[in-house]
């Protein structure tokens, strides 16, 4: 069974800080990795994904992660926060079948200080 | 519709009492989820249809949870003689395809059920 892990529970940052958040998921096959961010009082919604091709894919608002296969690792990376950044961020994996359910993490919540 | 639509957005129940959860999808979304969310916690899978078939249905926690899409389109997610530990948010989500696993999901605002 697959499983996502978010190491992080809650992240404090000043603003212009840079922001790394972990996620490690436990599946042996090919697999498709996601971020989705909610932010206050809004629905879940797509910040990036990975499918296959270049291991380092950009999102919206400036964020990006790297799928490292050999560390089971899709680490969200942004060089500079900003205050409307402040959300939950979900890390998900599902594998490449049909039909399979999407594996969310337990999320970390971000907070940004203007 | 331009989104997944959940309705109601909000309900309580009295211990005992029986719900019904309804998510209208985006048109023509061949696939949908329901995930329950709790507080604190990320989403967790319930169900998934394809079109009007319940293909997964082993995250469903008891068998107080039903959930039905009969014509494809409008699904919706019933619990019987509900519990405490029932409140959560339910968070109903559609995709276009069903080929694979490389779908993206739109989510729906939630719909939060408070148990009493």
């Known amino acids: 069974a697959q499983s996502v892990s978010q190491h992080n529970h809650h992240v404090i940052l000043s603003e212009a800080a840079s922001l790394e958040l972990g996620c490690n998921y436990s599946?042996?096959?090919?697999?498709?990795l996601f971020w989705y961010v909610q932010y206050p009082g809004q629905h879940l919604q797509l910040l990036l994904k990975?499918?296959?091709?270049?291991?380092l894919v950009k999102g919206i608002k400036g964020f990006e992660a790297e799928f490292i296969k050999s560390k089971f690792s899709f680490n969200l990376r942004k060089p500079s926060v900003q205050w409307s950044d402040t959300a939950e961020y979900f890390c998900?994996?599902?594998?490449?079948?049909?039909?399979?359910?999407?594996?969310f993490g337990k999320g970390t919540t971000l907070s940004v200080s203007s | 519709g331009a989104g997944v639509s959940q309705s109601p957005r909000y309900k309580v129940a009295k211990r005992g009492q029986d719900v019904a959860l309804r998510c209208d999808p985006i048109?023509?979304?061949?696939?949908l989820f329901w995930y329950q969310q709790a507080l604190g916690q990320g989403p967790e899978f319930l169900t998934y249809?394809?079109?009007?078939?319940?293909?997964?249905k082993s995250g469903l926690p008891s068998d107080r949870f039903f959930a039905e899409r009969p014509e494809g389109s409008v699904s919706t997610l019933k619990i019987q003689r509900t519990q405490q530990e029932d409140s959560a948010v339910y968070l109903c989500?559609?995709?276009?395809?069903?080929?694979?696993?490389?779908?993206?999901?739109?989510f729906g605002a939630g719909s939060r059920l408070t148990v009493l």
């Open positions: 989500a559609s995709s276009l395809g069903t080929a694979t696993g490389a779908n993206v999901l739109t």
């Open positions: 599946y042996g096959g090919t697999v498709n």
């Open positions: 990975y499918f296959s091709g270049d291991p």
């Open positions: 998900a994996v599902n594998a490449n079948q049909a039909g399979t359910a999407l594996i």
């Open positions: 048109s023509g979304h061949v696939s």
């Open positions: 249809f394809q079109n009007e078939a319940q293909l997964d």
